[in-house]
């Protein structure tokens, strides 16, 4: 996996992800993701917002300001929670939403 792309990486992830969704989850528009902090995440790379559900709480957050590259870092972090908590967390505006 390292010596592919990066366009090529992330939708080998994506798929990989896709097919560990249970048949009857019910798609709300954002990619579910392997962490036991974060249960989905997307980002309007127009918007520069990065939108985030949490296993724990339901709760979802919209992040503004946030770069695209900072995203991309997030899925392919070893820890989807170390990192949101480290770069992501207090670090740009949000809201729940």
Same mark, same amino acid.
Request: hydrophobic residues 40%; aromatic residues 14%; negative net charge.
């Given at each position: *996996?390292?010596? $592919?792309? =990066?366009?090529?990486?992330?939708? $080998?992830? /994506?798929? *990989?992800? /896709?097919?560990?969704?249970?048949?009857?989850?019910? =798609?709300?528009?954002?990619?579910?993701?392997? +962490?036991?902090?974060?249960?989905?995440?997307?980002?309007?790379?127009?918007?520069?917002?990065?939108?985030?559900?949490?296993?724990?709480?339901?709760?979802?957050?919209?992040?503004? %300001?946030?770069?695209?590259? /900072?995203? %991309? +870092?997030?899925?392919?972090? %070893?820890?989807?929670?170390?990192? =949101?908590?480290?770069?992501?967390? %207090?670090?740009?505006?949000?809201?729940?939403?």
């Amino acid at each position: *996996m390292q010596h $592919l792309r =990066f366009d090529q990486r992330l939708q $080998l992830r /994506v798929q *990989m992800k /896709v097919e560990q969704i249970p048949a009857k989850a019910v =798609f709300r528009g954002m990619p579910y993701v392997q +962490s036991s902090a974060l249960e989905q995440v997307s980002y309007d790379a127009v918007a520069h917002t990065l939108c985030a559900t949490f296993r724990e709480t339901g709760r979802t957050y919209l992040y503004e %300001d946030v770069p695209q590259e /900072v995203y %991309d +870092s997030l899925l392919f972090a %070893d820890s989807l929670g170390a990192y =949101f908590n480290s770069v992501i967390r %207090d670090h740009f505006p949000y809201r729940e939403i």
